[in-house]
């Protein structure tokens, strides 16, 4: 046992307290014929070859490509602190704070949490995290239709699609979900389109509870947000932002242009991508829906000493005391996640944010002219902050071989959106504040090379030439 | 601050100095933004806190240190298996190669990962007793979603629409009414008999045409394995209905009780509980589904494949049409189920057995001991948890279950999981966990008993503890009725600040 205190006279000791010779006693109450068969697993491994095997397992992974992969998850410089403090026992092997006299440290930091991201999307209420922005966008979802009383939600088709499925399967108990179409071409190619979304809105007889667009959208591209919530509201529906809360450093924040809830992913916030998680949902709302927000939520009070002093609250909402009136099931969430983009946030600064951001523009702009340069170009027009689309030809081969040349040209399109014909030879690429000239450089020519000539030269690694 | 002078911290909003900080990233240059619309931009600007690296390091050091966790003390806190978090779990999650490894990265070079995702199935599979495994919901009230959509989408398939009811114990988790509610469905809740387990006559008559799933924690919420599962099992069945079972209990059995080998349909796991992965102060988590044959068709998507040549692959999509489709992003919690995977590996099979016979005899053990003074409403052998009960004690003396766990925190214990569940008057459910001494175990006995002696001896002492923590007990009626939910420089400065 690798971590047990037990002596065998420490196990002899608790048997005769209990008057028993074996531990068996213990569970003769499993009925003989669904007593298990024995587990066929391999025995235990000291931690000398456990750590081995995980070294070896964590090395297959190649982490070494010049990478402009995002879509959703995004690669950032976060200070070392941050994880130094997360390491500290008292945060990460805490539990939930349902005693607040000994909890004062989680619960303050979630406050603070609350507080941070209030500022930064620009919303009245923030709850104390959900999974990822997958689920804090289901449940924006949810609270649309709890909120309306309708059972009909319109998600705009350049909302992520992992976002979109996720919403159907939270909708699979019985509540419509509708796609609004991207528009084909123009200046607006690639973003929600307004027309499509009116008629959907003026369907008789089909009201509609929430409508949700994200901002930036999938494809990297700018939303009219503030005419899409104009729409929205005019149909009686409330208006959901998903978002990206870096870009908020930068971009007008969803309070601003009138959301009613706010979702995203807060994964940029200082967290490692780790292949999918654990990251931080992000959802927000107004003061109005305070009341339908899933979640824990932490408020500030005082003890009985008139001390100030934080406790979970509102808590009529929840499961534990609602069972199947609750806002959602959600119990466990990112609590420690959250602590880390709280942390990431005051070691970065308002100021430092920003830099994050228009550092990341600044490079896409780069990258966007070194790719134009060799024959793959934007695929729209409409503005972007830190991701694009480009029109490479042959993408999908071109990607595959691209690895082989040390770059990671960021997603194959098709995969996503596959019945968009104007993304059929689409990549979507992104820059950030770590994104280095070397890297662009690398895939510039890499690109250039393989555009020649498919497949030839590959090895030795282009981008470790650069270097 | 810190061991010495007050405690409490004001928050990152009043230690901010307009002109602190910075120099983390470099300055752009300043037409970074000139591309970006006017109407798209931020017009006001962002006020958050500014401040050095060594205050905010200061900051959550103290703040951190007002907290209790278990890798400062005990921690048993009922139903959430706080045993201790081994530390290579933490180190194995920050190598480079799984802590960078992006999510959409393809196949061909995630392919430690992949492997590791796939040997934890098969791991989790033979546990379980289960036919497969999706790793995907991020937390045991997610996997509850993921079972119970996954039983719709099996009845639907055999035109089988009628079954709108979910079957509830009463001792269940709030979770599981909850998340009958998400997929759609009614909740009826079945009674508990007077051994504690399930009313099998109440059980048996809410069974019918209309029943698409019962949910069953086993062992109970009460930490007692239910006697009559394979009734219970085979009614189930008999109904046309299918059996969840809620696995935050699943540290009692292992080794001793596969649900699926039972008859059990599907299962989740919580791994921040049986398999050690840290609790963060209320998450994340980890909350793996296994099915049996069944609903294997219906299991979420992606699923992580083997090939022939060894080489690992994720579904593709619309790979498996019959799937209820994603319950989140990407793959899953995978920094969470690294440190699983360490766990596992690190106890093996037999490691496993010991984990569940320590835990239940500790368990057990403890019972024992606090039975010298409290009431142990169902005195027969527990699982990992057991329920005592301060009843007698409020009769005599008024105090209740709640000040005598205010008190256990001036005896410097985290105290144990109150009031849960609502059918035990005054109960506390106590789970030491297999990592916990017997030297430990005898000492918070002790503190109990002490306490139950101070209940008659000096109440007023219990009621109104904590004396010794932080904080007294919080004013929760105004935090409710005025809720202030975030700093606001006027509402926030009202408040008394601590430095």
Not at chain 1, 13 to 39: H, K, Q, Y
Not at chain 1, 364 to 377: D, F, K, S
Not at chain 1, 438 to 458: K, M, Q
Not at chain 2, 151 to 171: F, N, Q
Request: some cysteine; aromatic content about 6%; hydrophobic content about 40%.
């Amino acid at each position: 046992m690798p971590y047990g205190p037990h002596t065998p006279g420490d196990r002899e000791r608790m048997l005769a307290a209990l008057g028993i010779d074996t531990v068996d006693a213990l569970f003769a109450d499993i009925p003989e014929e669904l007593r298990a068969s024995p587990l066929n697993l391999p025995g235990p491994e000291p931690e000398l070859e456990l750590a081995a095997r995980l070294q070896g397992l964590a090395n297959r992974n190649r982490t070494d490509l010049a990478s402009f992969l995002g879509g959703g998850v995004y690669r950032h410089w976060t200070p070392p602190n941050v994880d130094q403090l997360l390491l500290r026992g008292e945060w990460y092997t805490a539990y939930t704070p349902y005693q607040p006299e000994i909890s004062q440290g989680t619960l303050q930091s979630i406050y603070e949490y609350e507080s941070l991201l209030a500022e930064l999307v620009d919303m009245d209420v923030v709850s104390a995290s959900h999974y990822d922005g997958a689920t804090a966008t289901a449940e924006a979802g949810l609270m649309t239709c709890r909120a309306t009383r309708r059972e009909r939600v319109l998600v705009s088709k350049a909302v992520h699609p992992h976002y979109r499925q996720t919403l159907a399967a939270y909708f699979g108990g019985g509540l419509e979900l509708d796609e609004i179409p991207l528009v084909a071409d123009g200046d607006a190619a690639g973003t929600t389109d307004l027309a499509a979304l009116e008629r959907l809105l003026a369907e008789p007889d089909r009201p509609v509870a929430g409508v949700i667009a994200g901002q930036p959208n999938f494809l990297g591209l700018l939303e009219p947000m503030a005419e899409i919530g104009r729409l929205a509201h005019a149909a009686g529906a409330l208006f959901v932002s998903v978002v990206e809360p870096v870009s908020l450093a930068v971009l007008a924040p969803p309070g601003a242009y009138g959301a009613d809830i706010a979702a995203g992913e807060g994964q940029p916030l200082g967290i490692a991508p780790q292949y999918g998680g654990p990251y931080l949902g992000i959802l927000a709302s107004t003061d109005a829906l305070v009341r339908q927000i899933p979640g824990r939520l932490v408020g500030m009070t005082t003890d009985v000493n008139g001390k100030r002093a934080y406790v979970m609250t509102l808590r009529a909402r929840e499961q534990d005391i609602r069972r199947d009136k609750a806002a959602s099931n959600i119990c466990t969430n990112q609590a420690l996640l959250a602590l880390a983009a709280s942390i990431y946030l005051a070691t970065i600064g308002p100021h430092g944010l920003r830099d994050v951001a228009a550092q990341g523009a600044a490079r896409a702009t780069r990258l966007e002219a070194a790719l134009a340069g060799v024959g793959a170009p934007r695929i729209h027009r409409g503005a972007y902050l830190n991701e694009f689309a480009i029109h490479v030809p042959d993408a999908k081969a071109v990607h595959r071989r691209l690895i082989d040349r040390g770059v990671l040209a960021g997603l194959v399109l098709a995969d996503f959106l596959p019945d968009e014909p104007q993304l059929e030879d689409g990549l979507l690429v992104c820059a950030t504040e770590v994104t280095t000239d070397v890297e662009i450089h690398a895939f510039a020519a890499a690109l250039e090379a393989e555009l020649a000539a498919p497949g030839v030269g590959s090895t030795p690694l282009a981008v470790e030439a650069a270097r | 601050m810190s061991v010495v002078g007050d405690p409490l911290q004001p928050t990152l909003f009043e230690r901010s100095r307009a002109g602190r900080g910075g120099d983390k990233i470099p300055h752009p240059p300043k037409d970074a933004l000139d591309r970006i619309p006017a109407e798209a931009r931020r017009q006001t600007a962002l006020a958050l806190p500014e401040m050095n690296e060594p205050d905010v390091v200061r900051h959550y050091v103290n703040l951190s240190q007002l907290n209790y966790a278990i890798d400062t003390g005990f921690y048993p806190l009922g139903s959430c298996t706080m045993k201790f978090n081994p530390k290579i779990n933490e180190w194995a999650a920050r190598l480079p190669g799984f802590a960078n490894l992006h999510p959409l990265a393809p196949d061909e070079i995630a392919q430690g990962t992949l492997q590791l995702l796939f040997e934890l199935e098969e791991w989790l599979a033979e546990i379980s007793g289960m036919t497969a495994v999706t790793l995907q919901p991020a937390a045991g009230a997610q996997g509850e979603l993921t079972g119970i959509l996954m039983i719709r989408a099996y009845h639907r398939s055999r035109g089988d629409i009628e079954r709108d009811e979910v079957l509830v114990p009463d001792s269940s988790h709030g979770t599981n009414p909850a998340t009958a509610s998400m997929a759609g469905f009614k909740t009826i809740t079945i009674p508990s008999a007077a051994d504690g387990g399930v009313d099998v006559e109440a059980f048996d008559a809410a069974l019918g045409p209309r029943t698409a799933a019962v949910m069953i924690t086993n062992p109970s919420t009460l930490g007692l394995f239910e006697r009559r599962i394979g009734h219970l099992l085979e009614h189930v069945h008999a109904a046309g209905a299918l059996a969840y079972m809620d696995g935050a209990n699943l540290n009692a059995i292992l080794g001793r009780f596969k649900p699926g080998e039972a008859g059990f349909d599907v299962m989740h796991f919580n791994v921040h509980k049986t398999f050690s992965t840290p609790h963060g102060g209320g998450g994340p988590g980890a909350g793996p589904v296994g099915v049996g044959e069944k609903l294997v068709p219906f299991l979420p998507s992606p699923r992580v494949f083997r090939g022939g040549s060894g080489r690992y692959r994720l579904e593709r999509p619309e790979e498996r049409p019959t799937s209820i489709g994603r319950l989140r992003s990407f793959v899953g919690n995978t920094g969470v189920l690294v440190r699983a995977y360490a766990y596992l590996r690190a106890h093996g099979g037999t490691g496993l057995s010991q984990v569940s016979d320590d835990a239940v005899l500790a368990a057990n053990y403890l019972r024992k001991r606090v039975g010298e003074a409290y009431d142990i409403p169902f005195d027969r052998a527990c699982k990992h948890e057991f329920v005592a009960s301060a009843a007698g004690i409020k009769k005599r003396t008024g105090v209740r279950t709640l000040d005598i766990a205010k008190r256990l925190i001036d005896h410097g214990y985290h105290p144990p999981t109150i009031y849960f569940p609502l059918t035990v008057e005054e109960g506390m459910l106590i789970e030491p966990t297999e990592t916990e001494s017997v030297e430990t175990l005898d000492a918070f006995a002790d503190a109990l008993i002490a306490i139950a002696r101070e209940c008659e001896t000096d109440p007023e002492l219990v009621t109104s503890a904590p004396h010794d923590a932080p904080v007294g007990r919080l004013d929760e009626a105004t935090a409710a009725r005025q809720p202030n939910l975030r700093w606001r420089a006027m509402a926030g400065a009202e408040m008394p600040c601590p430095d």
